[in-house]
């Protein structure tokens, strides 16, 4: 008789001990708040945009809309050599009057421009600042090259 006593006694701790991992696993302390990043329209990017990698994809997506942040952002790839100033530059060649975006097609093929924009992106969504990042940047890439952006 004892025995039967006991079950209920182990479902009921079970349960606490469940429902206490559950709790911790949904978070009881609430997780850093991610910002969600403007993106531009892929419809809006070129064919050979639409057709790459999709982390090509984001990174031009990415450029087009946030041009605040990518201006502040060095590259390391090299790329000064051919005129490019910033992270952005790997991206958009120019803006025209009317707003249209004449594309450049360098982080097509620059491993090293793409990535830079992905750390940019991973670190702007939980919040860090663009000196922040810019630091970040730096130090991870400099190795690579000197920076396009003073």
Request: contains cysteine; charged residues 15%.
């Amino acid at each position: 008789m004892s025995h039967i006593h006991r079950l209920p006694l182990s479902i009921s701790v079970l349960l606490i001990i469940i429902g206490g991992m559950t709790t911790g696993c949904n978070g009881s302390v609430a997780p850093e708040a991610e910002r969600d990043l403007a993106l531009a329209p892929l419809v809006q990017m070129p064919d050979y945009v639409q057709s790459a990698p999709a982390a090509v994809q984001q990174a031009y997506q990415f450029a087009v809309a946030n041009p605040d942040v990518l201006q502040h952002i060095p590259c390391y790839c090299g790329c000064a050599a051919i005129g490019h100033a910033s992270s952005y530059d790997c991206y958009v060649a120019d803006v025209n009057a009317d707003g249209s975006v004449q594309f450049d097609p360098h982080a097509l093929g620059c491993s090293i421009c793409v990535d830079i924009t992905q750390d940019t992106m991973r670190l702007l969504k939980p919040g860090k600042d663009v000196q922040e990042i810019r630091t970040f940047i730096d130090t991870t890439y400099s190795r690579f090259g000197p920076s396009t952006t003073p």
